[in-house]
């Protein structure tokens, strides 16, 4: 069957049976007629003569093209699907594309906030006591690492801010760890146990929980994500999430010289090679610094 009719067919049975939006349409249109063009320079006219290695030279030629790794894999799929249909409905005894796989989408580092940021974002709490709670849960998760999770999840108990302050941390599997409490987070954390808690665990029934809310009763995850997100925008600091600070703490953590096993230790990692992500991170500010101070970087 030619390749320009079988794809005029997909096309309808994807607005028919599919009822896929105008824009989905023109993009599946766009990357079939890409394809075709390719086939047709590649001598190819007719949909039996189509093989998988026409369809891995297509997916070769797209990424030359200099195209992003998303592009590419959406245009593949766009192949792929259109392969099976042909299978399906018996135009060609077997589907070529099957076993062609779309690329990867890069690992997407995470985003860590500058030391500035994280000064002007530890810096925006009141002196209330839901002021006191929030300016102590964001230099904890800041200063231990901490995911938010493992921050609501902390008891009075696993704390022991006398002498070398540290905090045991719930993770993962039932995984525990001991990890260090800093100065700044200690005096927080202090401030908050003896001028805000009580305060709060008084409209409660009681909670061996550190971070209360409004209530008394233990902070949602929900809630500390809503403290961090307000702290943010008060800060002037765009598009946060519940990881920033913990990104943030591996990061500098690294960008000051600590060993990336000590790092996975803090964090909690399994594997070294969660932990490795982060050192991509500090690579480029090397980088960085390099262009800037190098009398002969460029």
């Keep these: 069957m030619n390749i320009a009719r079988a794809i005029d067919a997909y096309l309808d049975h994807l607005t028919v049976e599919r009822g896929l939006s105008r824009n989905t349409l023109a993009s599946y249109r766009r990357d079939l007629s890409s394809y075709a063009k390719f086939l047709d320079g590649s001598g190819v006219s007719d949909l039996s003569g189509v093989r998988a290695a026409d369809v891995t030279a297509h997916l070769a030629a797209l990424r030359d093209e200099g195209l992003a790794s998303a592009s590419a894999a959406r245009a593949i799929s766009a192949v792929r699907g259109f392969h099976r249909f042909a299978a399906r409905e018996g135009l060609v005894a ?87 409490v800093g100065g700044y987070a200690k005096a927080a954390i202090d401030n908050y146990l003896v001028r ?12 061996p929980a550190v971070f209360l809310n409004a209530r008394g009763g233990r902070l949602s995850r929900q809630s500390a994500w809503t403290i961090l997100h307000r702290a943010a925008e008060a800060a002037g600091i765009p598009a ?10 591996a990061t500098h953590l690294l960008d000051g010289g600590a060993d990336v096993r000590v790092v996975q230790e803090l964090l909690g990692h399994a594997s070294v090679t969660t932990t490795q992500v982060y050192t991509l991170v500090t690579v480029d500010r090397l980088r960085e610094v390099y262009a800037t101070a190098h009398p002969r970087a460029r």
């Design 196 to 207: 805000g808690r009580p305060a709060l665990a008084a409209r409660g029934k009681g909670t």
């Design 94 to 180: 077997a589907d070529v594309a099957a076993e062609v796989k779309p690329p990867s989408p890069p690992k997407r580092l995470p985003k860590a906030l500058d030391v500035d940021q994280v000064e002007r974002l530890l810096a925006v709490a009141d002196d209330t006591p839901l002021g006191l709670r929030d300016k102590a849960l964001l230099e904890f998760l800041y200063g231990t690492g901490a995911r938010i999770s493992e921050a609501v999840g902390a008891a009075i108990d696993d704390l022991d801010l006398a002498g070398e302050p540290a905090a045991i941390l719930h993770g993962k599997g039932g995984r525990t760890r001991l990890v260090p």
């Design 240 to 249: 946060v999430s519940p990881h920033t600070l913990r990104h943030s703490y």
